[in-house]
């Protein structure tokens, strides 16, 4: 017998398929080792050597794995085919007592026969550097995080944290608000001729006047265009015919599969990232059973195999036509700063239509399989051509422009539209009147519109995504967690599909500003991910990475500690009258959140409980605020406050949020955010 250990047990059913009756699966259901939970867990006198311990729920877990591979005669470690899971094929190697050059290390793209088959082929040995990549950044964000939160809970409030990348996202909403309330709205107006030819109108939009750019600042500019044109003829100087051409997108990365499936689709990040998680782990198809349709779904890459490039290409030929494949495949290039460990996110086969398994898969699978599918179906397809016309128009020295464009072959856009062009938008028409050089057009009326600029968009989550990645802040497998985290924590909330920074936020980030700088900005951070990087793909030391980090930041983290500026909110005064000293009471910030305390503190020590709904966390099943309750018992719950028209109750804090891979509600353990369900490996 043979044994293959995987990360999610959800994938254990679909894996079986291709594996056979000579093979067990065995799920680790994430990481067995990690550092400690509650002590700083690296050596500073050895160049910040993590201390390592198992995972406390899964000592049983870890002891049933040892018994099980001491009675195989193979095992193959196949977690997930990036650094996080090279690390913990790693640290599963080193808890079963591997060699160090044991090929003992499988992996896959997808979970399909051929991919299979292919890695139980080719077992190789662990890569140490992408290890030591993940460990490095496993360090970084426990020096962040462990040595910066205190600061902030002992200056500002307690229970804040701080993150590398997390504090860095915050301060992009935060500055993205700071520009919109800085931002001076300036007037101007546009200027339309409706013109007429012939039984045809069209639109031309006031351009230049004498050849020169213009656009009218006041009412004052507009009524002296109006006044220099009035009763003079529309003539056309010049029209230029253009044949132009739109190339297919790319596949899916993982940033741009979730900023698609926010605008196409509405979906949410934890909404695209559980379905996603579904179709890559194995969902049920009728007459299939369960089976994976989609491969790795943690990806900075656009790169295809051949193999299913030309399985595409074959697929488009016999559906749409032979016009419809490029005379040379498509190739698109990855950015540099990508690890482009794998390929873009594809469908794992094309005979495995989204309308065939519409019928058994969720509504939000069935969307995104859709949108996956159809994307690379399109990435792989010829250009769109259009045939476009600029008309110049001249009335008096002003110039009047209109733009018309026609498709005249639909090619990738028969299967995928990244935009619908709407006519006569910005002077862009659609089909124009037959026009010639010196023809006069028939003025019907003028039209005036009084406009001011706006300023910047408030970020989405799918923008902010764009931003994390163009900026190179963070990876992809931490985008849609690091961003969930903001508005968990409270450091920004949603208006609509917008993020706000809330009043915490905003502070944090201005505390951040003060004393961490150099650490907490866009460069740094981008910066660190380089040097990560390095580490991966030219095997430099990371523990030089770490140490120099460090150096700076200590003496950051030592500045901010001794300075006797501080953030916090003054107590809030009350009617309440203490029962000891007759004082006022007060509302104070303490460790589990508000609570009363005698204003005359410390001759008067006397504190209760604040009477009032203390609000933890957020309802999973419709969003609502959750109220901390006490059982009968005396033990703490979690209660919608819509109880009882939403019944939905825990024992642990809920973000509001559901598991990415089984849909369970996500909760809170101390400093973690995990999944309720204990089947379930999944992590935030």
């Not at 229970?159 to 500055?175: H, P, T």
């Not at 409706?194 to 050849?211: D, G, H, N, P, R």
């Not at 915490?504 to 040097?531: D, H, P, Q």
């Amino acid at each position: 017998m043979k044994l293959v250990i995987i990360e999610s047990p959800f994938k254990r059913e679909a894996l079986k398929k291709y594996l056979g009756n000579d093979y067990e699966v065995f799920a680790t259901k994430g990481h067995i080792r990690d550092l400690p939970q509650k002590s700083f867990g690296l050596d500073a006198s050895k160049n910040f050597e993590p201390k390592y311990e198992i995972v406390p729920d899964k000592k049983q877990l870890i002891a049933d794995l040892k018994k099980k591979a001491g009675q195989c005669e193979e095992v193959y470690i196949a977690t997930d085919p990036d650094r996080e899971g090279e690390a913990i094929s790693w640290h599963v190697a080193n808890v079963l007592g591997f060699d160090a050059d044991k090929n003992c290390r499988i992996e896959f793209n997808e979970i399909s026969k051929k991919a299979v088959t292919k890695a139980l082929e080719n077992p190789r040995k662990i890569d140490i550097k992408l290890v030591n990549a993940q460990q490095a950044r496993r360090v970084l964000d426990r020096m962040v995080g462990y040595k910066l939160s205190p600061i902030l809970c002992k200056k500002i409030a307690p229970k804040l944290s701080a993150g590398r990348v997390q504090s860095v996202a915050l301060k992009l909403v935060v500055d993205r608000e700071r520009e919109i309330e800085g931002f001076v709205p300036e007037e101007y107006w546009n200027v339309v001729s409706q013109l007429k030819k012939e039984k045809s109108e069209l639109k031309a939009s006031l351009a230049t006047y004498k050849k020169k750019k213009l656009q009218p600042k006041n009412k004052e500019e507009v009524d002296k265009i109006l006044k220099d044109i009035e009763g003079k003829d529309f003539v056309v100087e010049e029209i230029k015919k253009s044949k132009t051409k739109s190339h297919a997108p790319a596949p899916f990365t993982t940033s741009t599969m979730q900023q698609d499936a926010l605008n196409k689709l509405g979906m949410s990040l934890s909404r695209t990232t559980a379905a996603a998680q579904q179709l890559y782990e194995g969902v049920e198809v009728k007459g299939e059973g369960k089976i994976a349709l989609i491969t790795y779904i943690r990806t900075d890459s656009v790169r295809v195999s051949v193999d299913a490039q030309n399985a595409c290409l074959a697929f488009i030929k016999e559906k749409y036509g032979a016009e419809f494949v490029p005379e040379k495949p498509n190739v698109y290039h990855t950015k540099e700063n990508a690890q482009d460990a794998h390929e873009a996110i594809r469908p794992i086969t094309m005979d495995i239509t989204p309308e065939m398994v519409k019928e058994t898969l969720t509504s939000d699978n069935y969307k995104l399989y859709k949108l996956i599918y159809e994307r690379f179906l399109a990435s792989q397809m010829t250009q769109a051509e259009y045939a476009s016309v600029a008309v110049n128009i001249d009335c008096n020295g002003y110039g009047f422009k209109v733009n018309g464009k026609t498709m005249e072959f639909p090619g990738y856009t028969a299967v995928y539209k990244e935009y619908v062009e709407e006519e006569n938008k910005d002077g862009l028409a659609g089909r124009l009147p037959k026009m010639e050089k010196g023809d006069k057009l028939e003025l019907v009326k003028m039209l005036t519109e009084q406009k001011f600029t706006k300023p910047p968009v408030r970020y989405t989550e799918a923008s902010l995504v764009k931003a994390m990645e163009e900026k190179g802040i963070g990876r992809p497998a931490t985008y849609a967690a690091t961003i969930t985290l903001l508005t968990y924590r409270k450091y920004a909330e949603k208006e609509g599909k917008y993020l706000v920074p809330t009043e915490l936020g905003r502070k944090i980030t201005e505390y951040l500003e003060k004393f961490f700088s150099s650490v907490i900005n866009v460069k740094f951070t981008a910066y660190m991910e380089n040097r990560l990087d390095d580490i991966a793909s030219k095997d430099e030391d990371w523990h030089t990475v770490v140490c120099n980090f460090w150096n700076g930041f200590e003496h950051l983290l030592g500045r901010a500690d001794a300075s006797a500026l501080t953030m916090k909110e003054p107590p809030k005064e009350t009617d309440i009258v203490c029962e000891k000293c007759g004082g006022k009471m007060v509302i104070r910030q303490g460790k589990f959140g508000e609570f009363l305390a005698c204003s005359n503190f410390p001759k008067c020590k006397n504190t209760k409980p604040l009477e009032e709904n203390v609000v933890k966390g957020k309802c999973p099943e419709c969003g609502s605020n959750m109220l901390e309750k006490k059982s009968k018992k005396g033990k703490i719950f979690y209660s919608c406050e819509r109880y009882p028209d939403c019944k939905f109750m825990s024992w642990d804090v809920t973000t509001g949020e559901k598991c990415p891979k089984c849909n369970s509600p996500i909760i809170v353990k101390g400093k973690m955010v995990k999944c309720s369900n204990h089947e379930c490996d999944y992590k935030g």
